[in-house]
């Protein structure tokens, strides 16, 4: 009797084994886990995934250079540029020396107006069509500076009574470089200035644009009388434009250009 009651005791023993291990979740590998927290409420941030954060661009700071020379170009035409230089005197200025204190270019054209009958009777010469092209932009070696290429396009009439050449009409363009650099007050503040400002050498373009052709010895002298003058005369008209710009630009837009100008760091792809 004592055997019997036994094997019924192991029997219920490995019954109720069995139904226990039939509720265990399966080893890896043999079926799909349970939930770590299933039927349980997740704790807090631990929701639905979060949307995937936007990759940043390459360079963050590429936008400074474009919204720098966008604020350089409106403030020149905003200032009114291309109204001074259509302005400019130009033929009186020739004829009193180009505005050269010793009068070199002066000199030079009373020499060739008494050789030369267009420049002789020369009644105007008058800038139209003023334009301010796209700007250009590239940062020093070192870091610590950057340089503005402003191109400009003009047109020249040359007004003359001769015969057979009436008016003459020239293309020209030319690029103003100015040299910008970051420098800090007694106060620690950050101000951006202007370093060099010159007309770029060899950037100066005159064509001839209307149908008649004058004598080339003409044309050659017209050409290098407005090759001397006229580079000297637009620069001193653009650069106390620049300097002013720059102290009216966006407070910033100055602090974050002006940082990584005095620290070095490069930021402009080449415009």
């Known amino acids: 009797m004592f055997l019997v009651g036994s094997l019924v005791v192991l029997c219920g023993l490995l019954a109720q084994s069995s139904a226990q291990l039939a509720g265990l979740p399966l080893p890896l590998g043999q079926g799909l886990p349970l939930p770590l927290n299933q039927g349980l409420p997740l704790p807090l941030g631990q929701g639905l995934p979060l949307a995937v954060t936007p990759v940043l661009p390459s360079n963050p700071t590429g936008h400074l250079a474009r919204s720098f020379t966008d604020a350089l170009s409106g403030g020149l035409l905003s200032g009114g540029l291309l109204g001074i230089l259509e302005n400019i005197p130009l033929l009186d200025i020739i004829k009193s020396g180009g505005g050269n204190s010793n009068g070199l270019v002066g000199g030079l054209l009373g020499k060739l107006t008494s050789s030369i009958p267009l420049l002789n009777s020369i009644l105007d010469i008058k800038i139209t069509d003023a334009q301010l092209l796209e700007l250009g932009l590239v940062q020093s070696p070192d870091g ?128």
């Open 144 to 271: 610590h500076r950057l340089y503005v290429t402003i191109p400009l396009g003009l047109r020249l009439k040359v007004n003359t009574p001769l015969v057979g050449i009436g008016i003459l009409e020239l293309a020209v363009k030319l690029n103003i470089t100015a040299e910008v650099l970051a420098v800090k007050d007694n106060q620690g503040r950050i101000h951006l200035v202007l370093g060099d400002c010159t007309h770029s050498p060899g950037s100066l373009q005159i064509t001839l644009l209307n149908g008649v052709t004058p004598l080339q010895s003409v044309l050659d002298t017209l050409t290098g009388i407005l090759t001397k003058v006229l580079p000297d005369l637009v620069q001193g008209k653009v650069c106390p434009l620049v300097n002013g710009i720059l102290s009216r630009l966006d407070v910033t837009l100055v602090h974050d250009i002006a940082e990584l100008l005095i620290h070095g760091l490069q930021f402009v792809i080449k415009i």
